[in-house]
C-alpha cells in the first residue's frame, strides 16, 4: 500500500455553508472559486501523483483579506492550505483535506525597492525572477535562483526555505531574508525581523523559514539585493564516468574553491536538456558539470584556469568555456529547464536528497544501483557543489502501481542519504511527499518537539494540515498534546 | 502527466493526439509566468497548466464543456508563448485548438458572444463585406458609449478599435502581378492579408515596392482568399480547411505560370496557420505531401528579406526602434531576430522593450472579444513603451498595430513600412513629421 492511499480517508468532511456565506461576503466574485472544473484545477501541484480536490479556493488581493480569510478558517477550523505558483516538487500545495485553498498569485506587487539598503520589500505572490528583474537595470539581483524561478513565489520560497544553482555561494533563501509579514493561524498580522541583519530577540525569521505554511501564511517579505557581480562565465567539463566527475567536485571544493554554481548532469539528462536549449551540451560524455566563476574578466580567468587545472587530474574528455552571454545564457537555460525538459522522455519522480561531498561518488552509483533493482531508469541532475542531489526516477505514470513502485525506490534513495550523512531534503522541503520519510531523520521526540512549535503558531492544527510529520505520529501527537478545536462548528 | 482514457477513447484521432501532448506535460507550472492572461489575472485557470488540466478532464470524461471551461478557453489569447517557456515541448497549440472546437460544437456560450463571433467570422475575412462594414461602424461609432451601456462591451470594443480614417485601397488590391525593377532573380506570391487591405493597404504596398526594388517578381494572386486563421481559432475547423483547401489551388494555379521561390506572408498572424496547413490539412486524404511541398515555401517577409543584401552604409537616420514582436512570429514561428536585423542594417537604432515575449491583447479578435483584459495588455505594453521612449515601435502585424496604437501615442508601423523607407520609398504617413529630422541629418 502506498504511503499516499490514506489520504482519501480524510476527505469529504462536512462543511457548513456558512463558510462560503462569510468568504462571499468578504472577497468580490472573481476572487472565489466553487465550481467542480474550476477546483479541480487547484486539485494538484507539480507533484501530479497526488490530488484532491479543495472545498473553495480563494484570492486575496491583501494582507487584510488574508487576515479575514484565516479568521473565517479559524472560526470553523477548517484546514487553509496557502498556495503560491504551484509549483512545488513535494507536493506542498495540495489541499490534503476539504481545505481552502489561500491562492496568493495575485498579491504580485513590488512594495518598495531600497538600493541604498539593499532590500526590497514585496508581497507575497510575486515570482522569485521578478525580484532581479526590478533592480536588474541598478545592477542587484536577489541571489537564490531554484530552477523555477521564472514562475515561483517568494513565500513559496520562503515556505521551503528554496535554494538554487547559485546558492553554494550566496546561501538558500534563509540566508537572504530579513523580513516578513505573517498572518497567524488566528488571523492576526504579524512583523517578524526587519531590514536590518540582526533583529533583536530571539530569531523566530529563521523558524518561519522552511515551516511549509504551517506556521503562518506570509503575505510580504523584506529580501536582501547583492550587487551584480561584473561578469560571469560558465565552464562546461565532460567525464565519462559519473566517478571522475563527482571526484573532481570535491576535489574543487577541498582546494578552496567556491565557484557561483556547481552543477551536476548525466547522460540522459544532458540529451533531453539540450534539445530544449541548443545550449551545445556534448552529448558523447556520462557526466557534465556546469561550473561558474564570476568576478571581473580577471578574476575570472584566473579562477577558471585553476579549476581546470585542478580537473585535469580526472581526465575530462570534454572542456568549453562560455565565450559571450548568449552561449552563458543558453548553458543556463538548458540546466535551469532540466525538470521540465525530462517530461520530452517520461514522467518522473524528482528526489531532492542531501549528502556530504566526500560521498558523492559512493552515493550515484549506488542510486544507479538501486534504481536498476526495480527497473526504473534515471537521470541525475543536481547541484553538486553543496551536495544537494535531485535524482530523477522515470517511470511510466499509466501503469497500474507503478506510482507505488517509484515511491519506494524513491524512499531507498533517501536512505541511503541519511545513512551516507545527508538528509532528506535540500531545498524542495517535505510537504506530503516525503513526509513519511522523516522518520529516517528524527526520532519520535525530535518530531514531537517540532510539532510543539507549530501548536504554538496553529493551536487548531489548521494550516496546511498533514504535511511534514509521519501521519500516525502526527496524530497521535494530536491527541495527546493538543486542546479540543477551539471553533464554533457544530 | 498521467491519464485515464479507455482504449476505445484512444482509437479516435483526436483524443489520441491529445493524449500524447498531456503525457509530455509534468505540470511544472513555467509556464504561468509567461501566460499574458495569468500575469493579468493570477488565476491557476487562466493559465496554459490550468487549462490543460481542464480540457484533460473534460476529454477524459467524454463530458461537454462546461462553462468554466468554455470561459476560460475564451480567455486564452492563443499568444503560445507558453510554447516558447515549456522546456518539455507540450503542443499546447493544438490542444487548444481541439478545446475550441469542441467548445464551438458542444459547449454553452451567450446570445450575444455568439452574434459577436459569427459577425466577425463572416466580416473580417471577407474585404468587401469588411469594407461595408467598416462604413456601417463609422455611422454607428458615435453611438459606442451606447452599447457599453447595454452590456454589449465587445460591440463597443470594435467600434472603439475600428480605424478612425478609411484608407484609399492599393493599386494591387485586387490582384496583379508587380514586374520587378532591373532583372529578375526571384518571383514570389505574397499573401496580402484579408483585413490588412482593407485597413492598412501602405503595408502591402510597401512590400510589393521593397521586394521588386530587389529584383522580385511579385504576384498577388486574384481571388486570394482567408487563410483560414480566423475561423481556426474560433473552433470553426470546417470553415478554416475550407479556406486552405482553397488557397492550395490558387497557389498551385500560379505555380502553373512560372515556379515559386517564396509564398511570402507580412501578416504574421496568417503566417503562423498557413505555414501549419500541414496539421490542419491532415485529416485530408492523399494531399499531404502536396501541402508539405507547398508549405515549405511560406515564409514570413523578414525571413525571405535576410536573404537578400539589404544594408545601407550611409548614416541616414537618427530615429530610434524599438521592436515589438508579435506573438505569432515569436512564439507562433519562433522568428526572434530577424525584424531587428533588417531594421538595425538599414539604419535604424533599434531598442527592445520589456516584457516582449507578453502579448499586447490583440490577438485576433481578442480585443473585441475580450475587451477587459486586452485593455490591461494594451496599457500594459503602453508603459513599456514608455519606459524605452523610442521614436517608433515598429511590429509584424496589422493586429498588434492596431491595438498598440490605441493605447500608445508613440508612432506603430510594420517594420516593412520602415525598410521601405530606408531603401528609397515614400516616408509612411504616420511618420512625415520625422521627416525634417532625416533631411537635417542629411544636410548636415
Not at chain 2, 518571383?187 to 502591402?204: F, H, Y
Not at chain 2, 524599438?322 to 512564439?331: D, N
Amino acid at each position: 500500500m502506498g504511503i499516499f492511499s490514506k489520504l482519501q480517508d480524510k476527505i469529504k468532511s462536512a462543511v457548513p455553508r456558512s463558510v462560503i456565506r462569510d468568504l462571499s461576503e468578504l472577497l468580490s466574485e472573481d476572487q472565489i472559486v466553487l465550481d467542480q472544473s474550476g477546483l479541480k484545477a487547484y486539485e494538484t501541484d507539480a507533484l501530479t501523483a497526488i490530488k484532491v480536490i479543495p472545498f473553495v479556493v480563494v484570492m486575496p488581493h491583501t494582507t487584510e483579506e488574508v487576515a479575514a480569510i484565516a479568521a473565517i478558517s479559524h472560526k470553523y477550523s477548517i484546514p487553509l492550505v496557502p498556495r503560491g505558483a504551484g509549483t512545488s516538487l513535494a507536493g506542498g500545495a495540495i489541499p490534503l483535506s476539504n481545505a481552502i485553498v489561500i491562492c496568493l498569485s495575485r498579491m504580485n506587487r513590488i512594495l518598495d525597492i531600497d538600493l541604498t539598503n539593499r532590500t526590497a520589500t514585496v508581497q507575497a505572490g510575486v515570482t522569485n525572477l521578478a525580484i532581479s528583474a526590478a533592480v536588474d537595470r541598478d545592477g542587484f539581483f536577489y541571489a537564490p535562483d531554484p530552477s523555477s524561478q521564472l514562475s515561483c513565489t517568494i513565500a513559496g520560497n520562503i515556505a521551503m526555505n528554496s535554494g538554487g544553482a547559485h546558492c553554494l555561494k550566496y546561501g538558500v533563501t534563509t540566508h537572504n531574508l530579513l523580513g516578513v509579514k505573517m498572518v497567524t493561524a488566528e488571523g492576526e498580522v504579524l512583523d517578524f525581523g526587519g531590514p536590518y541583519y540582526d533583529p533583536a530577540g530571539y530569531d523566530f525569521l529563521s523558524i518561519i523559514t522552511g515551516s511549509e505554511g504551517g506556521l503562518g501564511i506570509v503575505t510580504e517579505a523584506t529580501v536582501m539585493l547583492r550587487p551584480k557581480p561584473e561578469g560571469a562565465r560558465p565552464l562546461l567539463l565532460g567525464f565519462d564516468t559519473h566517478d571522475a566527475a563527482g571526484d573532481c567536485v570535491a576535489a574543487i571544493i577541498a582546494a578552496g574553491h567556491l565557484p557561483v554554481a556547481i552543477e551536476f548532469m548525466d547522460k540522459p539528462a544532458i540529451h533531453s536538456c539540450e534539445k530544449h536549449a541548443n545550449a551545445g551540451y556534448p552529448l558523447d560524455v556520462e557526466a557534465l558539470l556546469i561550473i561558474e566563476v564570476e568576478g571581473s574578466e580577471e578574476e575570472i580567468d584566473v579562477g577558471i584556469q585553476q579549476i581546470l587545472r585542478i580537473a585535469s587530474q580526472f581526465n575530462p574528455s570534454h572542456k568549453r568555456v562560455a565565450q559571450t552571454k548568449e552561449e552563458a545564457a543558453a548553458i543556463w537555460l538548458g540546466r535551469k529547464s532540466a525538470f521540465g525538459a525530462l517530461g520530452r522522455i517520461s514522467e518522473y519522480l524528482c528526489m531532492d536528497g542531501v549528502i556530504p561531498l566526500s560521498k558523492l561518488s559512493h552515493v550515484l552509483a549506488k542510486i544507479t544501483e538501486i534504481c536498476k533493482s526495480y527497473k526504473f531508469d534515471v537521470a541525475n541532475i543536481f547541484h553538486a557543489g553543496d551536495g544537494n542531489l535531485h535524482p530523477l526516477i522515470m517511470y511510466d505514470a499509466n501503469r497500474p502501481g507503478e506510482f507505488e513502485r517509484v515511491e519506494k525506490c524513491g524512499a531507498e534513495i533517501l536512505e541511503l542519504c541519511v545513512l551516507a550523512g545527508g538528509c532528506i531534503t535540500g531545498e524542495h522541503g517535505v510537504g506530503v511527499e516525503k513526509r513519511e520519510l522523516m522518520g529516517l531523520q528524527f526520532d519520535e521526540t525530535d518530531l514531537y518537539n517540532q510539532m510543539r512549535i507549530k501548536l504554538i503558531f496553529d493551536p487548531n492544527w489548521d494550516l496546511n494540515p498533514d504535511k511534514v510529520f509521519p501521519l500516525e505520529i502526527a496524530e497521535k501527537f494530536r491527541e495527546e498534546e493538543m486542546i479540543k478545536p477551539q471553533g464554533d462548528n457544530q | 502527466m498521467k491519464t485515464e482514457f479507455t482504449k476505445r477513447q484512444l482509437r479516435n484521432a483526436d483524443t489520441q493526439l491529445a493524449n500524447d501532448i498531456f503525457r509530455r506535460c509534468v505540470h511544472c507550472g513555467l509556464c504561468t509566468a509567461t501566460c499574458s492572461s495569468y500575469v493579468v489575472l493570477g488565476d491557476e485557470r487562466d493559465s496554459p497548466r490550468g487549462r490543460i488540466y481542464m480540457i484533460k478532464e473534460m476529454l477524459e470524461t467524454g463530458a461537454a464543456p462546461d462553462q468554466t471551461l468554455t470561459k476560460h478557453m475564451d480567455r486564452c489569447l492563443s499568444c503560445f508563448s507558453c510554447m516558447t517557456t515549456c522546456p518539455s515541448g507540450v503542443d499546447y497549440m493544438h490542444l487548444s485548438d481541439l478545446a475550441r472546437q469542441e467548445i464551438e460544437e458542444k459547449g454553452h456560450r451567450s446570445l450575444r458572444v455568439r452574434m459577436m463571433r459569427s459577425l466577425l467570422s463572416e466580416t473580417l475575412p471577407y474585404p468587401k463585406k469588411l469594407a461595408v462594414s467598416l462604413w456601417l461602424g463609422k455611422l454607428a461609432r458615435p453611438f459606442r458609449s451606447l452599447f457599453k451601456a447595454i452590456g454589449f462591451k465587445e460591440m463597443h470594443a470594435m467600434l472603439e478599435l475600428m480605424p478612425k480614417k478609411m484608407k484609399r485601397s492599393a493599386e494591387f488590391a485586387g490582384g496583379g502581378t508587380a514586374r520587378p525593377l532591373g532583372q529578375q532573380h526571384k518571383r514570389v506570391l505574397l499573401m496580402t492579408g484579408c483585413a490588412q487591405k482593407v485597413i492598412r493597404p501602405s503595408i502591402n504596398d510597401a512590400s510589393i515596392r521593397l521586394m521588386a526594388r530587389q529584383g522580385i517578381e511579385v504576384v498577388i494572386p486574384k481571388n486570394i482568399g482567408c487563410c483560414g486563421a480566423l475561423d481556426q481559432h474560433m473552433g470553426r475547423e470546417k470553415a478554416a480547411v475550407q479556406h486552405a483547401l482553397r488557397n492550395l489551388k490558387i497557389w498551385q494555379a500560379e505555380e502553373e505560370h512560372g515556379p515559386i521561390d517564396g509564398i511570402i506572408m507580412n501578416t504574421s498572424g496568417c503566417g503562423t496557420t498557413v505555414k501549419d496547413y500541414g496539421h490542419l490539412l491532415s485529416k485530408q486524404k492523399g494531399i499531404a505531401e502536396e501541402v508539405e511541398r507547398l508549405t515549405e515555401k511560406v515564409f514570413d517577409i523578414s525571413e525571405f528579406l535576410m536573404n537578400s543584401d539589404l544594408r545601407t552604409a550611409e548614416q541616414w537616420t537618427d530615429l530610434k526602434v524599438a521592436v515589438h514582436m508579435p506573438c505569432s512570429m515569436m512564439h507562433g514561428q519562433k522568428i526572434t531576430h530577424q525584424p531587428a536585423d533588417l531594421l538595425q542594417n538599414a539604419g535604424f537604432t533599434v531598442m527592445t522593450l520589456d516584457e516582449a515575449h507578453i502579448c499586447c491583447g490583440s490577438a485576433g479578435t481578442y480585443n473585441i472579444l475580450q475587451p477587459e483584459i486586452a485593455t490591461s495588455l494594451g496599457e500594459r505594453k503602453a508603459e513599456h513603451i514608455n519606459r524605452v521612449k523610442p521614436d517608433i515601435v515598429a511590429t509584424g502585424n496589422l493586429g498588434c498595430l492596431t491595438q498598440m496604437s490605441h493605447y500608445s501615442s508613440t508612432p506603430i508601423v510594420h517594420f516593412i513600412e520602415l525598410l521601405d523607407w530606408a531603401y528609397g520609398g515614400p516616408c509612411p504617413e504616420s511618420l512625415e513629421h520625422f521627416q525634417n529630422r532625416v533631411d537635417k541629418l542629411a544636410k548636415d
